[in-house]
């Protein structure tokens, strides 16, 4: 089971969000009381989304954030990438030299990066329009 990091869980909430209203500014006022989130944590993240390219935002009165693209070009993994530490690594940890002394790439290692990749892939599948028009 993929363990989210508290930013990258936040942060797909927060895009999703904005994916539900395309034709709206969504304030972080709105989306830290609709969810219980801390508006300085919600500041973080988006101020991180707006530098991956994901969103766009508008100040003063009435402004707010919006997706910069369509919710059906920007994927989970997209939004993981743009907060979260681990990046490209996710849920890939390398064994340290000594515990493959021998080897350049171990069996471990290249499980976990096989296994990186697969779930790369998948989350690279996922759009945020997926996620706020499936069916439950």
């Given at each position: 089971?993929?363990?989210?990091?508290?930013?990258?869980?936040f942060?797909i909430?927060?895009?999703?969000?904005?994916?539900r209203?395309p034709?709206?500014?969504?304030?972080?006022?709105?989306?830290g009381k609709?969810?219980?989130?801390?508006?300085?944590?919600l500041k973080?993240?988006a101020?991180?989304l707006?530098?991956?390219?994901?969103?766009?935002?508008?100040?003063?009165?009435?402004?707010?954030y919006?997706?910069?693209?369509?919710?059906k070009?920007?994927?989970?993994?997209?939004?993981?990438?743009?907060?979260?530490?681990?990046?490209?690594e996710?849920?890939?940890?390398?064994?340290?030299?000594?515990q493959?002394?021998l080897?350049?790439?171990?069996?471990?290692?290249?499980i976990?990066?096989?296994?990186?990749?697969?779930?790369?892939?998948?989350?690279?599948t996922?759009?945020?329009?997926?996620?706020?028009?499936?069916?439950?």
């Open positions: 089971m993929l363990r989210l990091l508290k930013q990258e869980d942060a909430l927060f895009a999703s969000e904005l994916a209203s034709r709206y500014l969504v304030s972080l006022a709105a989306i609709a969810h219980g989130v801390s508006i300085p944590f973080k993240l101020r991180d707006r530098k991956a390219g994901l969103v766009e935002s508008k100040e003063g009165a009435g402004g707010g919006r997706l910069a693209k369509g919710a070009f920007i994927s989970v993994l997209d939004v993981m990438e743009a907060v979260g530490k681990r990046k490209q996710i849920m890939v940890r390398t064994y340290i030299k000594k493959c002394p080897y350049t790439h171990c069996l471990p290692q290249a976990r990066e096989r296994l990186g990749e697969a779930l790369r892939g998948s989350l690279r996922i759009s945020l329009h997926d996620l706020t028009h499936q069916s439950v």
